[in-house]
């Protein structure tokens, strides 16, 4: 009788343990699989040296590596039909699993649109008892198996090399680190995340698994802000549908593919943003100020997101909440740049900026939006379309954007809408400004969930649904495309089609957010949001 009545939590607690073990023997798998590949390399090498007396003056420098390059976007430096090597570099063992993915992102949609239907229908109750343990399970089986998926499936190996050449710069020399030839294209708050991987990466027991340690903070991030999604949702939504979007960031193949598989950053840069939208929609401004600046100096893609914060000060009218953004931000900024600045001009952080805007002078980067559509994919942006150039159509979509966005921000009249239109902001930007990498609209998987908890409106897991797809499509293609050595993805059936979803998914998405604006205003005057506490969300 005792057992039956725990059998929940054992059942959770097994799940658990098989995870952890799942991943403990990978590790020590591929320590050793690792291990044996150096062995039979460095035996190679000793058998070629002597059996090749010019070996010895013709090997290549092992201080920087075949792959190196001054970006993390390297495969995506210009239109390239040429082979190169698949898999990591540096002996890595792993495999793509092309295939093995493609059907676990199909079976995810499909699951996640049943569970939604039970939930929905009221088929489906979880009791208040066991929400937390089952929320632990979710995530900590999200992060024991993302393990173990960042080992044996090759990851992008430009990008990460490149990440790795980066973090071995930091550690070495950190406060000169823009000076030395390795230096990034990313400005500085990254670097001081590769720069704790450079340091832990050093070490000798760890060195094998230097590639997981890259893909690691991504990774962490992933868990974060699907908890962080849990937490914010628990409290505007019911039980059930608060660890169902839990889980449905937590596995979304999307959000698996850029940080468990590639191996990129944008898992990291997205939990900094939905951590400053959520902030803000708390009535904590100074706070977000702060991420919203560290967002910035972590990608340029953070200037997308910076009108929410001013639509959010033009709303408050209040001197007060100006100077807190206006002193938390040069606080902030002062803080991450100076370590950087000591030995160089103070306006190097701008010159960075600078050329990092200017490095991809195409309308499409691989990302499958309207240029793609067009067939102007590694287009060069000076080109005309009809009278004005790409570029210039780019930077008319990005003022009637934000002209819309603003629009919505102040007939909404409520601090809720800052997920609305920070998720209108990117992916609009994505699909009509130029120069857009296939990564770009990443944060509008987190960004549709967080509007939707906020707003409560179906529709908006629709789309979340949808930009999940579009957002998984165009990074699979792109990563296994620049794998075998095409840096830019051919004009064929999935970009036309993907590209033509995500012009109609930002088409729906303003319909959406237009509806609802003008549904609560019509319902409740100007102030329509209250949260379970009775407490005024304007």
Not at 344 to 365: D, M, Q
Request: charged share 10%; aromatic share 14%; hydrophobic share 50%.
């Amino acid at each position: 009788m005792g057992l039956k009545k725990h059998i929940f939590e054992i059942s959770m607690l097994l799940i658990l343990s098989l995870a952890g073990v799942l991943c403990v023997t990978t590790l020590w798998s591929y320590s050793s699989n690792a291990q044996s590949t150096q062995t039979n390399t460095v035996s190679s090498n000793i058998f070629s040296s002597q059996s090749n007396p010019l070996s010895g003056n013709m090997s290549p420098k092992t201080s920087q590596s075949p792959l190196q390059a001054p970006s993390a976007d390297t495969s995506q430096t210009a239109p390239n039909h040429g082979a190169r090597p698949n898999g990591m570099a540096n002996g890595s063992v792993g495999a793509s699993y092309t295939t093995q993915i493609a059907v676990y992102a199909v079976a995810f949609l499909m699951f996640f649109v049943a569970a939604y239907y039970l939930i929905t229908k009221k088929k489906l109750k979880i009791q208040p008892s066991k929400a937390k343990i089952l929320i632990l399970t979710l995530l900590g089986v999200g992060l024991l198996l993302r393990i173990p998926l960042a080992l044996v499936i090759n990851g992008h190996p430009f990008d990460l090399n490149t990440f790795k050449n980066w973090a071995t710069t930091a550690a070495s020399n950190f406060s000169q680190f823009y000076q030395s030839r390795n230096a990034s294209d990313y400005p500085p708050v990254y670097i001081y995340v590769l720069f704790l991987i450079g340091k832990i990466g050093s070490v000798s027991a760890l060195s094998p698994y230097f590639t997981l340690l890259l893909k690691l903070p991504s990774i962490i991030a992933d868990i974060a802000t699907s908890f962080l999604i849990y937490k914010l949702a628990k409290k505007y939504l019911s039980l059930e549908i608060s660890i169902l979007l839990a889980a449905f960031y937590t596995f979304n193949p999307a959000v698996l593919i850029n940080s468990t598989i590639w191996g990129q950053v944008d898992s990291f840069f997205t939990l900094i943003i939905v951590a400053a939208i959520v902030l803000l929609s708390e009535k904590k401004i100074g706070l977000a100020s702060i991420l919203f600046t560290s967002a910035v100096l972590m990608k340029p893609q953070g200037i997308i997101f910076l009108p929410v914060l001013f639509f959010e000060l033009i709303r408050q009218k209040t001197l007060k909440s100006w100077i807190k953004v206006i002193i938390s931000t040069l606080i902030t900024a002062i803080v991450i740049v100076l370590p950087f600045s000591l030995n160089t001009n103070v306006l190097w952080i701008f010159k960075l900026f600078a050329s990092t805007l200017a490095e991809y002078p195409y309308a499409s980067v691989n990302a499958f939006n309207f240029f793609s559509l067009i067939g102007a994919n590694f287009a060069k942006d000076a080109g005309t379309l009809f009278v004005f150039s790409y570029h210039s159509w780019g930077l008319m979509a990005i003022v009637a954007i934000t002209a819309f966005s603003w629009f919505l921000f102040i007939k909404g009249n409520s601090r809720v809408y800052a997920s609305a239109v920070a998720l209108l902001l990117i992916d609009g930007v994505f699909t009509f400004s130029t120069r857009m990498h296939e990564r770009y609209m990443f944060p509008a998987v987190a960004l549709s969930i967080l509007t939707f908890i906020y707003l409560r409106d179906k529709r908006l897991m629709l789309l979340a649904a949808g930009f999940s797809t579009t957002i998984y499509i165009n990074t699979h293609f792109v990563l296994y495309e620049t794998q075998i050595g095409i840096n830019s993805v051919a004009y064929g059936l999935p970009l036309i089609v993907t590209s033509l979803f995500n012009v109609l998914l930002f088409v729906y998405l303003i319909k959406v957010l237009y509806d609802i604006v003008q549904e609560r205003r019509a319902s409740n005057g100007v102030v329509p949001f209250k949260d379970p506490r009775g407490a005024n969300l304007s």
